[in-house]
Structure formats: structure tokens, C-alpha cells
């Protein structure tokens, strides 16, 4: 592999890490906060397979840097500029509808992501969309679930649904506008070209939202930059918390 495509693959690789480490953050801040015992323990579980999906993709990092730099240092030691996360994925946790909103959002597309990843010429890269494929179902099914319990339950839970929905709206476009690593990465078979799952995207969430009851928001807005490395003032915060306890005690083993 030429140097050029090693370092695309590397930072292609991280931004899947960063998906997945700053979205399971964000699902592991329900624990002891969910609305009852069961849902309590679920998103917990969901909030780890995202965490163990993060370690996955920063152990391939490490690797492809032959060990200069360990999946601990990817996820502690960098700023809020060198994190390279899709935006919808660090906003703050919200209320329980807006929640499941982006996760419905999020699971919808990562199914369609991974089904496509399997068939990546990287190895490592298609046994982590095996693994984390058989997740996804389940997590898309839960979601699925919720949005439309919720979105054809009460007048407000009605309300907040579509709600979320609204103030999540203009965060999807990004997802499905690869940047210029990823487009190389395509051509060489190794990426997942995320604008030809739009359409299928749009078809899945529109049946759901449908069933749910829940009108389709107006494309009015739409913000970006989370693959460049520029973010909403919540990710800040985040990894202020996160990376607390590593930047406190460096180089801890526990």
C-alpha cells in the first residue's frame, strides 16, 4: 500500500472511531437516568457496543501507525480539532425522544453502511462490519420500535418526537457527502460510498416516520464540518469529561 493511501486509510478509519466513540459517550450518560430499570440497562448495552466498535477502529489505527500510537491515545490524548466525528453524533443526549430520534437516524444508515462494508477490500475493515452489522439490527430494531410507540402515543410524546426530529433534520445531510479521503478510498474499493445509500436512507426513515405518524421536516437547514475537524461547542465539553481521569493520570495502567 502506497503512503498516500495508508494515511487516507488511517484517517478514514479514525473518523469511523470517532462515529462510534463520541455517539456510545453520549448513550452511556442514560445510565441510572433512563425512564425505567429495563430501558436503563439497553441503552447501556447499546452505549458499549458503540465503545467496543470505537476500539475496534482504533485498534486498526494503531496498527496501521505500527504501534506508535495506542487506541487510548487516539480516544484521550487528542482536542475537539483533531476528532473527525460526524456532528449529529456529539450533540448532547437530550430527552429520551430526541435520543431515539438519532438513533433511529443513526441506526437506519449505519445498517446500510456496514451492509456495504462487508464487501471492503480491507480485510480488517470487512470483519469489523461483520461484527458490528449483527449489532446494528438489533439497534435499529429498538429505535424503530421507539420512534413509533412514541411518535403515535400521546399528544406529547407525539410533540417531542417530532420535536427531535426537527432539530435533527439539518444535521443528516453531512452523513452522506464523503470528503475527498473517502472518495479516493472508494475508488479503490476500500470505502463505502456513502451518497449512494441516500436514497434507500430516505425511503427507510420516510416508512417509519409514516408509521409514526410524524411529518417529514422541511430540508431548510443543514450544517456540516464534523470530517474537517470543526464542531459544535458540544464536543468540547465532552471530551472534557471523557478525557478527564487519562489527562489527570497519564500513562496510568489500571
Request: hydrophobic share 40%; proline share 3%; with cysteine.
Amino acid at each position: 500500500m502506497k503512503m498516500e493511501q495508508q494515511q487516507d486509510l488511517l484517517r478514514y478509519v479514525l473518523s469511523l472511531g470517532d462515529d462510534a466513540l463520541t455517539l456510545g459517550h453520549r448513550l452511556s450518560e442514560w445510565a441510572s437516568n433512563g425512564p425505567f430499570l429495563e430501558e436503563d440497562i439497553a441503552l447501556g448495552n447499546v452505549a458499549l457496543d458503540y465503545i467496543g466498535r470505537a476500539r475496534m477502529f482504533y485498534g486498526y489505527a494503531s496498527e496501521l501507525t505500527n504501534g506508535e500510537k495506542s487506541e487510548d491515545d487516539f480516544a484521550f490524548l487528542r482536542g475537539e480539532r483533531d476528532y473527525i466525528n460526524h456532528l449529529i453524533n456529539e450533540l448532547p443526549r437530550g430527552d429520551f425522544a430526541f435520543t431515539m430520534a438519532r438513533q433511529l437516524i443513526v441506526d437506519i444508515y449505519s445498517q446500510l453502511f456496514m451492509t456495504q462494508l462487508l464487501e471492503s477490500n480491507d480485510p480488517v475493515l470487512s470483519a469489523i462490519a461483520h461484527k458490528s452489522i449483527k449489532e446494528t439490527r438489533y439497534h435499529l430494531m429498538r429505535s424503530k420500535d421507539w420512534v413509533i410507540k412514541l411518535g403515535d402515543g400521546t399528544e406529547e410524546s407525539h410533540q417531542r418526537m417530532q420535536t427531535a426530529f426537527n432539530d435533527l433534520w439539518g444535521y443528516i445531510p453531512e452523513i452522506f457527502e464523503p470528503d475527498d479521503t473517502e472518495q479516493r478510498l472508494v475508488a479503490a474499493g476500500i470505502a463505502v460510498d456513502t451518497s449512494a445509500l441516500k436514497a434507500s436512507f430516505d425511503a427507510q426513515l420516510s416508512r417509519v416516520l409514516e408509521e409514526a405518524t410524524l411529518e417529514l421536516p422541511a430540508d431548510e437547514w443543514a450544517v456540516r464540518g464534523g470530517r474537517k475537524g470543526y464542531h459544535t461547542e458540544h464536543l468540547g465539553h465532552l471530551l472534557g469529561v471523557m478525557q478527564s481521569v487519562h489527562r489527570a493520570y497519564p500513562g496510568c495502567e489500571w
